[in-house]
């Protein structure tokens, strides 16, 4: 009685987010959006109920919800799937079957989920990976970075920067039959801001300066220092992405202080003395004009928060914080931004400053286009705009890796 009851009272709280939660006007498969996007925030209002009582945190609800798509490495008629370890990081290896005449290229996936959720091995990336392997005859790598809050900064970066080291060693290059001057990292969202990061610290390493051919990044995260952005105003309520969620879960990778993530909800989360920062992130400056709309540039609020977090100023978790002489060496890049996203102008700004700084930037900006849609790959949650967005990049790929 009891659980039919929390299930009917669910279902109510579902159809009402449903039919009241506005979803833009231009998008396609509206109903599936309306479903998903209710489905998120309900999720995240039932994570508050569970953290509030003591049942769950709230980044366990989502990261308990990740697991029921996990997948087997099954390989098929094309591919040899291979779950594995690189020293002590799990990795998903994706080998074409197929005899090569030449080395293959490699391709790192990092997967989103906002550090706090996610997987290489769930069924979206699963079917990325997968396709991505075949369509390239590429070797694809999916790395399980480990996870916020119990992993917080930089353990999720420091994943990365191991396992695609490690991999970049001759010998193990020679092991799948990679060939050493066509490597590329890609990555969405949170997986993006990765890919930033790792990309420019290679970069800035000599002993791996030129070792990475290209960077894809997919509506990527690329700063944390200021939450008041025109699209974080104009996409406060999603779709997909909201405010609350999103600062929550980025939040935990820093600390689970709730100080912290009421600052930020605010905007008032860094330090005094941090100013200068905000110049590599302006938006009056680095947005092209039709962005900007009416929006009015207001000042940084610094100093509010007691509590002193290196983190927030730091580059190794918001890649925009670098100034250009260290852009400028970054190689080929593509960036795809998509209008109705949260985190649009991160995007924008990033090739804005690449470009700036000489940077070869590859730039696809998608009007009807949502966040986090390439990972809506399988029924219920399919949408045509994820395959759309898929094939943009890899067709760049097929031209440029
Ligand atoms: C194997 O590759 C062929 C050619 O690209 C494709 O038509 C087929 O669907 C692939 N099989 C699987 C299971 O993906
Ligand atoms: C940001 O840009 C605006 C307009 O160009 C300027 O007035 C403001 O001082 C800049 N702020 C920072 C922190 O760079
Ligand atoms: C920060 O510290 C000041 C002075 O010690 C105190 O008055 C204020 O309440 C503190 N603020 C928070 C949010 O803890
Ligand atoms: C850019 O940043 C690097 C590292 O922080 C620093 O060494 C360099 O002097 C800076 N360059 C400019 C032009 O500010």
Not at 187 to 195: A, P, V
Not at 359 to 385: K, N, Q, W, Y
Request: hydrophobic share 40%; proline share 5%; charged share 20%.
């Amino acid at each position: 009685m009891g659980y039919k009851t929390l299930c009917f009272g669910f279902s109510c709280v579902l159809f009402a987010y449903c039919v009241y939660s506005p979803v833009p006007e231009n998008i396609e498969e509206p109903w599936k959006v309306r479903f998903m996007d209710a489905l998120i925030k309900v999720t995240s209002l039932v994570a508050t109920l569970f953290e509030n009582i003591g049942l769950m945190k709230y980044g366990e609800v989502f990261s308990t919800l990740t697991t029921v798509h996990l997948t087997k490495p099954i390989s098929d008629e094309n591919i040899t799937v291979i779950d594995t370890n690189f020293r002590d990081i799990p990795v998903r290896l994706y080998l074409p079957k197929k005899k090569s005449k030449r080395q293959r290229p490699a391709i790192f996936f990092l997967h989103g989920g906002v550090f706090v959720f996610g997987s290489c091995k769930i069924s979206g990336s699963d079917d990325l990976n997968r396709w991505t392997a075949n369509k390239l005859d590429a070797v694809v790598v999916g790395i399980e970075y480990r996870l916020a809050p119990q992993y917080q900064f930089p353990v999720a970066l420091e994943d990365c920067v191991f396992v695609i080291k490690f991999f970049l060693q001759d010998k193990v290059l020679a092991e799948y039959g990679v060939d050493p001057t066509r490597i590329c990292i890609v990555g969405e969202s949170s997986g993006g801001t990765l890919t930033a990061i790792v990309t420019q610290l290679l970069q800035n390493d000599p002993e791996f300066k030129d070792r990475i051919k290209a960077q894809v990044l997919i509506y990527p995260l690329l700063q944390i220092i200021n939450s008041y952005l025109p699209s974080h105003r104009e996409y406060e309520h999603g779709p997909i992405l909201f405010r609350k969620m999103a600062i929550k879960l980025v939040a935990l990778y820093v600390s689970e202080d709730t100080a912290l993530l009421q600052a930020a909800l605010r905007n008032e989360h860094m330090p005094e003395g941090s100013r200068h920062l905000f110049k590599f992130v302006n938006w009056s400056d680095f947005l092209p004009e039709k962005y900007k709309k009416n929006h009015v540039y207001t000042e940084p609020i610094l100093g509010k928060l007691n509590a002193s977090y290196p983190e927030l100023v730091d580059s190794r978790l918001s890649p925009l914080l670098v100034n250009d002489s260290q852009l400028q060496s970054l190689p080929l890049t593509y960036i795809l931004t998509c209008e109705h996203d949260f985190i649009r102008d991160d995007g924008l700004i990033y090739v804005t400053r690449l470009r700036n700084a000489g940077v070869r930037v590859t730039h696809d900006h998608i009007e009807e286009g949502i966040h986090g849609a390439m990972s809506f790959t399988r029924a219920p949650f399919f949408l045509h705009l994820g395959l759309r967005i898929r094939d943009k990049y890899i067709s760049w790929l097929e031209e440029n890796l």
